[in-house]
C-alpha cells in the first residue's frame, strides 16, 4: 500500500552542526508535506509544511526540500541544538481532508 | 490560549473491557482527529470529525468509535479491547475546514491493556 517511509532511525550530530533528516514516499498523488517533531512524553509539534507545487520552504532554521521525481522530502536543521533532540516524523496527505499518513520517524540526538 | 487537552493521561484496563477517551480541542478548532500510536505501526490515523460529522476514517476495525460534540469536544471508543489496542492515543485539533491544515496534538492517553 502507500507508504511513507524513513531512511535513518537514528541519527547523532554534533551540537552547532547541521542535521539532515530524510524521507520517501511512495504516493504520487500527496500533494502535501509535514514535518513533525515528537519530544518524549509529548504529542507530535508540527514544524513546516511544503505543498507539492513547491520544491524548497524555510522557517526559522528549518528547511524542507521536496524532491518529486525521486519522491524524497527532507528537512535540514541548521546549527543544531540540545533542544532539537526527537523524534521528527515526515507525513503526507493526499486530499483527504485531515487523514495524515506518518512515517515511521527518525530519532534525532545531539551531542553536546 | 489553552493547547489540546486528553484525559485521562493514563489508563490500565483488561481484554474485553471498553473504554472511552476524551479530546478537548483549542477554543475555536471545529476539527479533530485521532491517531493511534504504537512503536510497532507509528502513528496511524483513526478518524477526523468536523462539524459533529465524521468526514474520514482509517483502516481500523468497528471496534473503534468516536463522535464529537456540538462544543467540538470529541471521544473515542474502542469496545471489546484486545491486548493490541494497548498504545498512546493523540488527538489534534485544527482550525480550517479545508483539507488538511496544521494541526495541534495533544499529550495523548497511554493506554494499557492487560
Known amino acids: 500500500g502507500e507508504s511513507v517511509g524513513l531512511h535513518l532511525p537514528t541519527l547523532s550530530v554534533q551540537e552547532g552542526d547541521n542535521s539532515i533528516i530524510n524521507c520517501a514516499y511512495s504516493n504520487s498523488a500527496s500533494d502535501y508535506f509535514i514535518w513533525y517533531k515528537q519530544e518524549s512524553g509529548k504529542g507530535p509539534q508540527f514544524i513546516i509544511d511544503i505543498r507539492s507545487n513547491m520544491d524548497k520552504r524555510q522557517g526559522q532554521r528549518v528547511t524542507v526540500l521536496l524532491n518529486k521525481t525521486v519522491k524524497h522530502l527532507s528537512l535540514q536543521i541548521a546549527a543544531t541544538q540540545p533542544g532539537d533532540s526527537a523524534v521528527y516524523f515526515c507525513?503526507?496527505?493526499?486530499?483527504?481532508?485531515?487523514?495524515?499518513?506518518f512515517g515511521t520517524g527518525t530519532k534525532l540526538q545531539v551531542i553536546p | 490560549k489553552a493547547g489540546v487537552t486528553q484525559t485521562p493521561r493514563y489508563l490500565i484496563k483488561t481484554r474485553g473491557q471498553q473504554v472511552t477517551l476524551s479530546c478537548s480541542p483549542i477554543?475555536?478548532?471545529?476539527?479533530v482527529s485521532w491517531y493511534q500510536q504504537t512503536p510497532g505501526q507509528g502513528l496511524q490515523f483513526l478518524f477526523e470529525?468536523?462539524?459533529?460529522?465524521?468526514?474520514n476514517k482509517g483502516n481500523f476495525p468497528g471496534r473503534f468509535s468516536g463522535r464529537q460534540f456540538s462544543n467540538s469536544r470529541s471521544e473515542m471508543n474502542v469496545s471489546t479491547l484486545e491486548l493490541g489496542d494497548s498504545a498512546l492515543y493523540l488527538c489534534?485539533?485544527?482550525?480550517?475546514?479545508?483539507?488538511?491544515?496544521?494541526?495541534?496534538f495533544g499529550p495523548g492517553t497511554r493506554l494499557t491493556v492487560t
Open positions: 489534534a485539533s485544527s482550525s480550517s475546514g479545508q483539507p488538511v491544515y496544521e494541526q495541534y
Open positions: 470529525y468536523f462539524s459533529e460529522t465524521q468526514r
Open positions: 507525513a503526507e496527505n493526499s486530499g483527504g481532508y485531515q487523514k495524515v499518513t
Open positions: 477554543s475555536g478548532h471545529r476539527s
